[in-house]
């Protein structure tokens, strides 16, 4: 049986109309690719929960649960288990992104999100965002 992993991810978006992206750092898996912030949601949390905490320990900001939105969601078999990750906008935070582990950050046009290379499980979710922004 498949292991289900669940994580969050949202789609910062600032006032040009930009996403931000952050490099997975050297010893994670898939290092060196670039994705959308957020992190596996942990037993008892509500997804919009997991983001709040994750955007505040990675990237310094604070988010209220009002200012994220459900987008869209991906679904990935990768060999040793299953993604399923629901993307949100956030639009509004309190606070100045900074990577805070020391991961390199990019805002970034949507139209460009295809000229950086990303896990195959967030790459479904770059369409929506062309379109939305």
Excluded: N
Excluded at 15 to 38: C, H, M, N, T, Y
Excluded at 110 to 126: G, K, Q, T, V, W
């Amino acid at each position: 049986m498949t292991k289900l992993v669940l994580v969050a991810a949202v789609a910062l978006v600032d006032p040009d109309g930009r996403v931000l992206i952050a490099q997975r750092p050297e010893g994670k898996s898939l290092a060196g690719l670039w994705e959308f912030p957020g992190g596996k949601i942990e037993a008892g949390e509500r997804p919009e929960e997991t983001l709040i905490r994750e955007l505040e320990e990675e990237l310094g900001i604070l988010v209220k649960p009002e200012c994220l939105a459900p987008l869209t969601f991906a679904s990935y078999d990768y060999p040793d288990f299953h993604l399923l990750m629901p993307l949100w906008i956030c639009r509004r935070w309190t606070g100045t992104v900074r990577g805070r582990e020391g991961q390199a950050l990019k805002w970034v046009h949507p139209a460009r999100l295809r000229d950086y290379p990303m896990p195959p499980a967030d790459e479904p979710l770059i369409p929506h965002l062309i379109d939305l922004v």
